[in-house]
């Protein structure tokens, strides 16, 4: 399954012919601007008819908008900026209205401009686009000029079939078409899906690889996501579907691409890793390529063959411009944007028309891919159809965003907390704990994973409810996923297996510590190693030692219950029952605890005993 040729997009060519036509003055100048091969002179470098040999494709990319048409609340809306003299300072950044106002600027006076995606642009999204099944997303996408992208674990929240629509259009099979007149017209750019195979044709389910071409260049892009995302997604939403490994596969379709002539290569990954620092502009090639971020994709990029030239990555919502050596040992760029359209990538890729391929050297200094993250600034204009499309869809939204819920003291950290026991994670908890109480009062304990978490609670209006009122709108930001709140069955010693698996196994790299219920109590020792971070004498349930051998009744959502996240041990549960939606569980208990006069104070966070 291949895919050669560039898509018809006739409403954006006019824009990208006008904007060719703008740089052509200036052609000249740019030209004796780009960088010279090494070893080569300014001869060597001219084609036939006097052509320049090699010319800049500008790489525009990003990853992780998860349906952030508006401007992310809190901390889920800034980022880090390293000053000059080492402090760090705080940016508010993101927004449809000025990615799109960015993308666009950064276009200008470059004739050879191609903008893609490493995944997860819908799913886990705020209600504007989560509620209408992330079309406004995809509309959002079309209009602000994306060419490709790669799948992630999220576009396949509502399974194949849904994200066969996102590409192809289509109305919803139950929910129908959201606007009188209008069908849903899907995606303009390609979802590449090259690891991820039909179970039984054995063949992938879009599209592997897209060649992009302008003016006698071509760039292939392969998209893959990551070999793990049926551990991270529903069962439900991955059936009937193979996902293979992310080296193999690339390796695969790269040196397919390569006996087509294409020999200048890009991989769309939704992998990544972890900067040794959140600041977007930290430098992770101190004090050598690479040195300065680990995870994942440190292995991959070391494993994918050189025949590949650059790698834009995601899902680990991290910022970082690092240049990991491929297995040939030349340095090769390995980008990833942050997440929420807060940072878009700049990288220039040198074409050398002669070879057809990118120029790549040994040596940093003299690096021929040049990439660098940059703010999404609010201090900008906004791209005024990016504000017509969200107050269109604003409009249908908001009978159901704008009623209250609850109320809140002050800002309750969710996604934005800096510790692995998150203030609005015990909240949830404890919202899980009183909705499984009411299903059956022997309920002990309730447990949630802290990817279920999507955003923070914020004390500021969002728009005119108020200071501390919490809309349905912004507690769907926060739990998205429509997952059931269930009940089951678990021995002493299967909790405390569930808890060490938090820190082992497939969570050995990355922890994921789960949010705990009121009453649950343990610590958790980082300066030790697997399993043994949870200090299993320490694991108590209303200040008394676990025991093993006794049976108890634990709240968690459908996800968690059906052993997800590398939770196996609580997939084994007894005697399991289906309670109500976790959103509502949640809406439910703000209700019934807060009101104006009585506001919810944010949690301690003080149930889990870090030692580091």
């Known amino acids: 399954m291949s895919a050669t040729s560039q898509p018809r997009r006739p409403r954006r060519r006019a824009a990208r012919v006008l904007a060719a036509a703008a740089g052509l003055a200036t052609i000249g100048a740019l030209a004796a601007a780009l960088p010279a091969n090494a070893g080569q002179d300014d001869a060597d470098r001219a084609g036939a008819g006097g052509k320049k040999r090699t010319v800049d494709v500008q790489l525009l990319s990003f990853n992780d908008f998860h349906g952030n048409l508006q401007p992310p609340a809190g901390s889920s809306g800034q980022v880090t900026e390293k000053q000059p003299d080492g402090t760090e300072k705080k940016i508010d950044a993101g927004g449809a209205e000025y990615l799109a106002t960015s993308l666009r600027t950064a276009r200008k006076g470059k004739p050879y401009s191609v903008t893609a995606a490493a995944g997860d642009l819908i799913g886990a999204s705020p209600l504007l686009s989560g509620l209408f099944h992330d079309e406004p997303t995809v509309e959002a996408m079309n209009k602000l000029g994306l060419d490709v992208t790669s799948v992630g674990n999220h576009e396949f929240d509502e399974g194949a ?8 259009g289509g109305c919803h099979p139950k929910d129908g078409c959201f606007e009188k007149g209008k069908k849903f017209q899907g995606a303009d750019y390609p979802y590449l899906a090259a690891n991820v195979t039909d179970e039984k044709t054995g063949k992938p389910i ?24 049926p551990d991270i997604v529903s069962a439900d939403g991955v059936k009937g579907l193979k996902f293979h490994d992310e080296i193999e596969t690339v390796n695969k379709y790269a040196k397919e691409l390569d006996k087509q002539g294409v020999k200048s290569i890009v991989t769309l990954i939704h992998e990544g890793g972890s900067p040794a620092s959140q600041a977007y502009n930290y430098d992770c090639d101190s004090p050598g390529a690479g040195d300065g971020i680990s995870g994942p994709i440190t292995t991959i990029a070391k494993g994918i063959t050189p025949k590949v030239d650059a790698l834009v990555t995601g899902h680990t919502h991290a910022a970082y411009v690092c240049t990991i050596p491929d297995p040939a040992g030349k340095p090769r760029m390995v980008t990833s944007a942050s997440s929420f359209g807060k940072l878009y990538t700049d990288t220039t890729l040198t074409y050398d028309r002669k070879t057809k391929d990118i120029v790549r050297t040994s040596v940093k200094s003299s690096q021929s891919v040049k990439s660098a993250n940059h703010v999404v600034s609010r201090e900008q204009a906004k791209a ?25 003291s ?82 002493g010693a299967q909790l405390v297996t569930g808890l060490k698996q938090q820190v082992s196994g497939s969570n050995t790299a990355s922890p994921k510590i789960l949010q705990i219920s009121d009453g649950l109590t343990y610590t958790l020792d980082m300066t030790k190693a697997g399993a043994d971070r949870v200090v299993t004498d320490s694991i108590k349930l209303g200040g008394k030692a676990i025991d093993p051998n006794a049976t108890y009744r634990v709240a968690m959502n459908s996800f968690l219950a059906g052993g997800g996240d590398g939770f196996a041990e609580l997939g084994k549960g007894a005697k399991p029952l289906v309670g109500s939606d976790d959103l509502k569980a949640f809406n439910d208990y703000l209700t019934a605890n807060s009101s104006a006069d009585k506001p919810i104070a944010p949690p301690k966070a003080d149930r889990i005993t870090v030692v580091k």
Do not use: C
């Open 161 to 168: 079939k849904e994200l066969a629509r996102m590409q192809n």
């Open 206 to 229: 879009l599209k592997p690889y897209w060649v992009w071409k302008h003016k006698g260049v071509k760039v292939g892009f392969i998209g893959v996501t990551l070999e793990g995302t």
């Open 410 to 491: 002050g800002d309750i950290p969710g996604r934005g907390a800096t510790t692995p026991e998150e203030p609005l994670g015990d909240l949830i908890a404890d919202a899980q704990l009183a909705h499984g109480k009411s299903l059956d009062p022997e309920t002990d304990l309730a447990l949630m994973n802290p990817g279920g978490i999507r955003s923070d609670l914020v004390f500021k209006a969002s728009g005119s409810e108020g200071d501390g009122v919490v809309t349905y709108g912004e507690g769907f930001t926060v739990q998205p996923f429509s997952n059931t709140v269930n009940l089951v069955d678990l021995t």
């Open 384 to 408: 005024p159809d990016m504000t017509s499309l969200i107050a269109r869809w604003d409009k249908l939204a908001a009978p159901v965003a704008n009623q209250p819920v609850g109320y809140i």
